[in-house]
């Protein structure tokens, strides 16, 4: 959604490069750009102003850091000011002192409330807690089915007394709910109520006496982050109606400008709590303003990464995996099973193109990420499978014939199953070196990476030693000379002895070493 700003921000930013001081027309020009960007985006104008306002005060005051150059003071100064913009802290949800806690959804018809009840449902359990889902919805066709399909799959709990399609007291359901909720021990009631196509009287009034009859703790305004300013518009009339207490954003995974994303916390003043970026169940996550500004500026979301890998991956097997790339074996222990495995578990975290676009500076490659082909990870499983336990284990049995049988039994050339098997004993080596603490192999210029243009020069010029004379008689006494030196040195520094000690006595670490050889 933000690929655009992220772009022209980026172009902004790269011709500030190479200035070892901003003067004040370069700070106007930085400024305007920013601007154009902005507005380009869908960003409410209001919110404009007061960004640039508040960028070109801090470019041109005494804000200045020694450690930085101004191209990254400007970088810091926008990273802020964006932090600031969508809402600063990161806002959690408020719980009652005595369950159960009520959260009521709203917003208008399409914004994605009833599918946003599920994954709240599920992402709540996922935290330890037990919710239930209620259908307030009693108006929309199938609405109330729908709510009961997406709690199933959520594995969470759904109270539907009524039918819907226009059958039933909304009010008197939300009501009873709450009953409901503490008879089955559910310490939090999610209320999903009825949207409309546009804000209306009507619209206010049902959602005001269903805020009036629970109570909730949080009211959620749920907005859709596609429809530009018309969201801004939409969550003003809210706030004035009913009142909320939080944003959350859907199909943040659309391809529209995201101007609602970073407008309407600072036109509301009300935070954005929650982001919805897919369609999956799983693809919802608590809304993170410093993040969500790296990843406009191109530097990732390294920390959500983290979380996603922390959520998924289970220590015990991590410990396992490291256990066998650290073996003496030089990592042999690691098979295919494994490899499978982590494929397995990698793709548990989501998609690989989002999982790469929180890398930081990926969105200088994004076309290629977004051009990423998912299936191929299937594929790869595919090949594994199709082999016998034994070709698993030691892969470098696959001959001709196996690999033959390997890709008639996974629907692929007999060169993808040659491939990935090279590509395997490759990665193996890799993350064995990287785990004995080696580095990558034939990285350039990094100590103990190998492969640097002056590694290889001196280790050419000890290749080739000491130059011998062309004359047989002159290369004989220079050896006998050499001989001799050798012979002197060894009477001199004790004979036998590595360290260069006189024989027969032994080598005394000092004191202050003598603890780190155990």
């Known amino acids: 959604m933000f690929d655009t700003l992220s772009d022209r921000l980026a172009a902004t930013f790269k011709n500030l490069r190479g200035k070892g001081r901003l003067s004040e027309a370069d700070i106007d020009a930085t400024a305007r750009e920013i601007r154009i960007a902005l507005l380009e985006a869908d960003v409410a104008l209001p919110a404009v102003r007061a960004f640039i306002a508040n960028v070109k005060q801090r470019a041109l005051g005494a804000e200045v850091s020694k450690a930085l150059n101004p191209a990254q003071q400007i970088i810091k100064i926008v990273n802020d000011e964006l ?181 309407i916390a600072h036109v509301t003043g009300k935070q954005i709590m929650f982001a919805s970026n897919g369609e999956k169940l799983d693809d919802f996550d608590a809304f993170h303003p410093d993040r ?49 495995a982590q494929m397995e578990q990698v793709r548990k975290m989501g998609s690989i193109s989002k999982l790469l676009g929180m890398l930081p500076g990926m969105g200088q490659i994004k076309d290629q990420i977004n051009n990423l082909d998912e299936k191929d990870v299937d594929r790869t499983a595919a090949i594994i499978k199709s082999m016998t336990p034994g070709e698993r284990q030691d892969p470098h049995i696959i001959n001709g014939s196996r690999r033959a049988r390997i890709a008639k039994g996974s629907g692929v050339e007999v060169s993808a199953v040659k491939g990935l098997v090279e590509r395997f004993f490759e990665a193996r080596k890799m993350m064995s070196r990287m785990a004995q603490g080696g580095g990558m192999p034939g990285m350039p ?17 000890q290749a080739k030693g000491k130059r011998q004379s062309g004359n047989p008689m002159k290369r004989k006494a220079e050896a006998a000379a050499a001989a001799a030196k050798r012979e002197q040195q060894g009477q001199g520094q004790g004979g036998d002895s590595p360290f260069g000690l006189p024989a027969g006595q032994d080598f005394e670490l000092p004191d202050e070493f003598k603890k780190f050889m155990g």
Request: aromatic content about 4%; overall charge neutral.
């Open 83 to 263: 932090v600031g913009i969508l809402g600063g802290e990161t806002r959690r949800l408020r719980f009652a002192k005595q369950p159960p806690t009520v959260i009521m959804l709203a917003g208008l018809q399409g914004a994605g409330k009833t599918t946003l009840a599920g994954k709240l449902g599920k992402w709540l359990q996922g935290q330890g807690h037990t919710p239930l889902l209620v259908a307030c919805d009693l108006q929309r066709p199938n609405a109330v089915n729908q709510l009961s399909v997406v709690a199933e799959r959520a594995g969470v709990a759904v109270f539907a007394p009524e039918p819907g399609n226009g059958v039933g007291d909304p009010v008197k359901v939300a009501q009873d709910s709450i009953e409901f909720a503490k008879a089955r021990q559910h310490d939090i009631v999610i209320v999903d109520t009825a949207g409309r196509l546009g804000v209306d009287e009507e619209l206010m009034r049902q959602a005001a006496d269903i805020r009036d009859a629970v109570r909730p703790d949080e009211i959620l305004f749920v907005v859709d982050a596609m429809i530009g300013q018309d969201a801004v518009n939409t969550a003003e009339a809210f706030r004035d109606g009913v009142g909320f207490d939080g944003v959350v954003l859907s199909k943040l995974d659309g391809d529209a400008r995201g101007g609602a994303a970073l407008s």
């Open 292 to 340: 969500m500004a790296s990843r406009i500026l191109g530097m990732g979301d390294v920390l959500s990464l983290i979380e996603k890998a922390e959520q998924t991956f289970s220590q015990a097997e991590a410990e396992k995996m490291a256990a066998k790339l650290q073996s003496s074996k030089g990592g042999k222990d690691f098979t295919l099973d494994d490899f499978l």
């Open 445 to 461: 210029g990094m100590p103990g990476m190998g492969g640097g243009p002056g590694r290889q020069k001196k280790q050419q010029k």
